[in-house]
């Protein structure tokens, strides 16, 4: 089975720290995708990589950055956290070469900017 | 905008089959029918996805209407632990973005 994990599930951090997403799939999937949620707005897609090294902005990518040093690993950053930006955080993969890219997602981290 | 309409709101007997219908009128001919489902706090769960015909898997089963407008997931023997959120959505297959999820139909399994 695919697995993708998610380095925390809960978070708390403070107005103006950097913070650090980390996220891991064991499937050697090419894609890999950051989501957030937020209550009537579902999910919005912040950014996206199909190759390490390589990354595109999704729909919501201020304040946010992305780093894809190794297939497996794709971290989301937050430059300086804001109150605006907590929300819960999906992390997702997919094979290029299935039909249809199916996603799997990890458990998600639920971040409180305090 | 997601493509599809699904009820907001279900109930269903723990043990009876769940009927999830989604519309999808406008769906073009080379994009897939998915089906997602979000427990409560937890990341999206894929369950299945089809293209014409109906599929099965170990989870549940895809009907799409000849017409490919519309489409039913059966979840054949609902659980408890079956509540959650489920979402359909259509996308091209083989394509490499996001998914958009609508608002889904939330699914109540009753004791």
């Known amino acids: 089975d695919v697995k993708v994990t998610q380095s925390s599930r809960y978070l708390v951090k403070r107005t103006g720290e950097k913070v650090f997403l980390e996220c891991v799939q064991d499937m050697d999937h090419e894609n890999m995708f950051w989501y957030r949620q937020d209550p009537g707005l579902g999910l919005r897609l912040i950014y996206f990589?199909?190759?390490?090294?390589?990354?595109e902005k999704g729909d919501i990518p201020e304040g946010y950055s992305v780093s894809r040093e190794k297939k497996e690993r794709f971290s989301l950053i937050l430059e300086s956290a804001s109150t605006n930006q907590t929300s819960m955080y999906l992390c997702a993969s997919s094979n290029i070469a299935a039909v249809g890219g199916t996603q799997y997602f990890g458990p998600g981290t639920r971040l409180l900017v305090l | 905008d997601a493509k599809t309409t699904q009820p907001p709101s279900m109930d269903c007997a723990e043990g009876r089959a769940a009927n999830l219908p989604c519309n999808h009128s406008?769906?073009?001919?080379?994009?897939?029918v998915y089906w997602y489902r979000q427990i409560h706090s937890q990341g999206p769960q894929y369950i299945i996805h089809?293209?014409?015909n109906n599929e099965t898997n170990e989870m549940a089963s895809l009907i799409i209407t000849e017409d490919r407008k519309s489409s039913t997931l059966i979840l054949p023997h609902a659980t408890l632990r079956d509540t959650a959120v489920y979402y359909c959505?259509?996308?091209?297959?083989?394509?490499?973005?996001?998914?958009?999820f609508g608002k889904g139909t939330k699914l109540s399994v009753k004791p």
């Open positions: 990589s199909y190759d390490v090294k390589m990354k």
């Open positions: 406008t769906i073009s001919g080379n994009e897939y």
């Open positions: 959505i259509v996308r091209v297959g083989g394509s490499q973005g996001n998914l958009i």
């Open positions: 089809g293209l014409k």
